[in-house]
């Protein structure tokens, strides 16, 4: 069974800080990771995608992958009320994305 | 450039009933997935189609369950003689080519409520 593990939370950070969100993944055949943000009853939003090892940057987001480890993280600078939501990391299996079961993130003013 | 569409965004339904969700992809994209999401749970792949083809259906229900992509229209989800279990949000998600190396971008979702 391929399974992506996240922590559900719910992980709170003042406002200005740096929220910290960790995935790890049980294939070792996937290649393609994504973060996925979503709000309350709306539909998952693309936040980003990695492939290679190391860091990606965009904007206040930052992906981070460890194939050795099998661990995907999301670092959000300058956290924002507004960031608050679930975040849903991402593995690809063949020809289909597995979901972790999401972490949910709250800032507070 | 419209994005995926699904609809209804909302679905009643009667335990018994027929419950059928359609989905247009994003321009230019030929594959589509479906995906369920029970309350407080996270995504559950269900189907992967392409034009007129049914590529992966492992995380679909044996009975009860099908999915089409005609040639000409939308994808439709079909849930025969739904029971309350069916009660979820069906998301339906298209990309411009197979999902390695290729971003999934999905729609609004259909929330499907079985009384």
């Known amino acids: 069974q391929k399974e992506v593990e996240q922590n559900s939370g719910p992980l709170s950070v003042p406002e200005g800080a740096i929220a910290s969100l960790n995935c790890t993944y049980s294939?070792?055949?996937?290649?393609?990771f994504f973060w996925y943000r979503q709000y309350s009853g709306k539909s998952p939003e693309l936040i980003m995608f990695i492939y290679s090892n190391g860091d990606k940057e965009d904007g206040r987001f930052t992906a981070q992958l460890n194939k050795a480890s099998q661990y995907v993280s999301l670092l959000i600078r300058d956290s924002q009320p507004s960031d608050s939501a679930t975040y849903l990391c991402a593995a690809d299996n063949t020809d289909k994305l597995i979901f972790g079961t999401g972490t949910r993130l709250q800032v507070f003013p | 450039n419209a994005g995926v569409m699904q609809n209804p965004r909302h679905l009643v339904r009667r335990r018994g009933q027929e419950a059928r969700l359609r989905c247009s992809p994003m321009k230019g994209h030929s594959h589509v997935y479906w995906y369920r999401q029970l309350p407080e749970e996270g995504l559950k792949f269900m189907v992967y189609l392409q034009k007129e083809n049914i590529i992966d259906e492992s995380g679909m229900p044996k009975e009860r369950f099908s999915a089409e992509f005609p040639k000409e229209g939308p994808s439709i989800l079909r849930i025969q003689q739904v029971v309350r279990g069916d009660s979820a949000a069906y998301f339906c998600a298209s990309s411009l080519s197979a999902v390695t190396q290729e971003t999934q971008y999905f729609g609004p979702g259909t929330r499907l409520l079985v009384l």
């Open positions: 294939d070792r055949g996937s290649q393609s």
